[in-house]
């Protein structure tokens, strides 16, 4: 960004072809060259710098909008946002929107199963918060309760106390213009009236976390085959619909009562007569309460980046890497540390593996455990860990978690708690992000999940005394499997670890939703990813293309990504790396692994140009990343 002119990219309607029924906007695949999206010409560009293999034509149109911008992985969910939008909701209202509408047509990514996080700014207020919808354990959780159970993510004891309803109808009464049951609609139309299939719908909906329980595959693949749907044949989710109708009808609290809440207690009891049911009850469902958070930030190359607080571990990762290589002149080719080049990845690599050091020991719900996330970010501790950063080779040994305490101006008290390693969830069909900016200048960012690709696999639901299944359409989640699944101890104290399981308290996640604000306190983008701890490693990826290397929003999405998600890990990299590049990395020590397809996360993101006041947005071709921009251009309405 502060290298580039505010030219502006918004992605093309990856799906729209098919779905020719709600009419969006016009896809256009119109490429631009590097120079007219903001890198200065001149700059020496390695051939890396390109869309990466597999990721389509380049996308970039620099469209820009001023009555707000939609991006979301699923252009039916960005619809419903931008229908919302221009019945002159804001951002708030319509980011519930699509959060309702993904789970009619990502049911195995989220949905009201699930939870999630959403970070809100708002313009008039310069506040910027998060409703924290993140699910808690049951006050039955044990902190042994994964002990010795094969394939946890798909028992009972897996799923944690759904946050969804509860916390979107806390951001809408607190910032939002419209109802709940308003801002449903299009969602409840959805699954009445069916949608057509898309690509990703028809090869993530299918799979085999589909195919553990009857009405999960029943719903999903009938015959246990792949795909059960074509692309573009029409899917309804009835039982889903009628839940909705319910919620909107009599409010967000028939959703922690009555038949419903039965449902949830019964489906994750359901298939589990002695293999591990769920402990949730009614109590617990009943007094689940969203938080409302403030987020974490640190200042990087002059912008302010904020971003998720505990229980995410995202914010403070994430913060701690960018803080770790602000040292090194990234951005600067003629050094070796444009985008791509050697010395750019290498120490990319060394921040991330530093920063899942202290994140496997440190972070957690710090609601219950002492989090010392001052110390994790104050510049003395950071200094400290990037200086262990050589250009020259590969931290040997792997690097251990440091100890920010004395750093840290909540003094440590005997006693308090700490964790250790957590099993790492991939890159997959999992979780949704997506980003809306209002006429007004609002901005949302919100990522929101089931955790594992359909949860646990299971409906929320019971058998009637008919014997009927009364099925309720949607997923419970397996979020608890986010939680440390063996009791650990803290190296540095001998104390629990601070994420292992505690009842009511909430699992670590990764999950990032963020925002960059310019030196006045202005947001100027907002962006966030799936992809478990992966999320991390994308977000700090965008958030550098976009500061240290000068792209637009789009082409800092399109870029290939890498991974590392432990200290002892070695690295993912999304084809459209050069070899020669790959051969250097393993020369200073590193091991590669170079994927098949570009499958590191899913970005959405919003961009906003404070001196024209133009709305850009950018969307990830690595799902069917979808961005609508307001007003649509005539005869484009619905
Ligand atoms: N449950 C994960 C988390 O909270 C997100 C899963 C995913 O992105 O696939 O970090």
């Not at 229980?311 to 040292?327: A, D, F, N, W, Y």
């Not at 949704?432 to 919100?446: A, M």
């Not at 490693?537 to 976009?546: D, E, K, R, T």
Request: proline share 8%.
């Amino acid at each position: 960004m502060s290298k580039r002119s505010p030219t502006r990219m918004c992605l093309p309607l990856l799906a729209l072809l098919l779905i020719s029924a709600l009419a969006l906007p016009p896809s256009s695949w119109a490429g631009q060259p590097m120079e007219s999206l903001g890198v200065p010409p001149g700059t020496q560009l390695p051939d890396t710098a390109k869309a990466p293999d597999g990721a389509g034509p380049p996308s970039w149109t620099g469209k820009a909008f001023r009555q707000g911008v939609v991006s979301v992985a699923n252009p039916y969910g960005a619809e419903a946002g931008a229908q919302i939008l221009e019945a002159g909701g804001n951002a708030v209202d319509a980011a519930v929107a699509v959060a309702y509408a993904l789970n009619v047509v990502e049911p195995q990514s989220a949905g009201i199963g699930g939870g999630g996080f959403m970070m809100i700014h708002m313009t008039k207020s310069g506040e910027t918060v998060f409703i924290d919808s993140r699910e808690k354990a049951p006050a039955g959780a044990a902190r042994n309760m994964f002990v010795g159970v094969s394939s946890p993510s798909t028992k009972g004891i897996a799923v944690g106390v759904p946050g969804m309803v509860r916390g979107t109808a806390l951001a809408l009464e607190q910032y939002g213009k419209k109802s709940l049951a308003e801002v449903m609609r299009p969602a409840v139309k959805l699954a009445d009236e069916g949608f057509a299939a898309t690509p990703r719908y028809v090869s993530a909906s299918c799979n085999n976390r589909a195919l553990n329980y009857p009405e999960t595959k029943a719903f999903f693949c009938p015959d246990g085959i792949h795909p059960r749907v074509e692309v573009g044949e029409i899917v309804t989710n009835p039982n889903l619909a009628a839940t909705f109708k319910t919620i909107a009808a009599d409010g967000p609290e028939a959703f922690y009562s009555g038949d419903i809440a039965k449902g949830i207690i019964e489906g994750q009891k359901r298939y589990y007569g002695t293999g591990k049911p769920g402990t949730m009850t009614l109590e617990d469902l009943t007094n689940y309460v969203p938080a409302v958070r403030k987020p974490v930030e640190a200042t990087y190359r002059g912008y302010t980046v904020k971003s998720m607080p505990s229980p995410s571990s995202g914010g403070l990762t994430i913060l701690q890497m960018l803080k770790m290589v602000e040292r090194f002149p990234i951005g600067d080719a003629g050094q070796g540390f444009g985008f791509g080049q050697t010395n750019t990845l290498h120490v990319m690599i060394e921040a991330m593996r530093l920063a899942y050091a202290d994140r496997a020991i440190w972070m957690g719900d710090a609601d219950f455990a002492y989090v010392p996330a001052v110390g994790l970010l104050h510049p003395t501790y950071v200094d400290q860990r990037s200086s262990m950063i050589s250009l020259t080779q590969r931290i040997t040994p792997n690097p251990i978690a440091g100890d920010p305490r004395p750093f840290d101006v909540a003094a440590l008290a005997n006693g308090q708690r700490f964790a250790s390693a957590e099993p790492v969830t991939g890159p997959g069909e999992t979780t949704t992000h997506f980003c809306v900016v209002d006429k007004w200048g609002n901005v949302v960012s919100y990522t929101n999940t089931i955790e594992s690709s359909h949860g646990i696999g299971v409906f929320a639901g019971y058998t009637q005394p008919d014997g009927e299944f009364r099925n309720f359409g949607f997923l419970l989640n397996n979020e608890l499997t986010d939680f440390n699944t063996t009791p650990s101890t803290n190296p540095y104290t001998g104390t629990i670890g601070t994420n292992d399981v505690e009842p009511n308290k909430r699992p670590r996640s990764s999950m990032a939703p963020s925002m960059i604000f310019d030196p006045q306190g202005r947001p100027i983008v907002a962006f966030g990813s799936p992809g478990g701890a992966t999320i991390i490693n994308s977000v700090f990826q965008v958030a550098m293309n976009l500061i240290d290397h000068g792209m637009a929003i789009q082409p800092a999405i399109d870029q290939p990504r890498i991974s590392v998600t432990a200290a002892s890990g070695g690295t993912t990299m999304e084809p459209g790396f050069s070899q020669s590049t790959i051969d250097a990395l393993k020369v200073l020590g590193h091991s590669i692994s170079v994927a098949s397809v570009s499958d590191i996360g899913s970005v959405q993101a919003v961009d906003i140009d404070l001196q024209t006041g133009k709305q850009y947005g950018g969307a990830d071709s690595r799902r069917e990343g979808t961005v609508i921009g307001l007003p649509r251009p005539q005869g484009k309405n619905r």
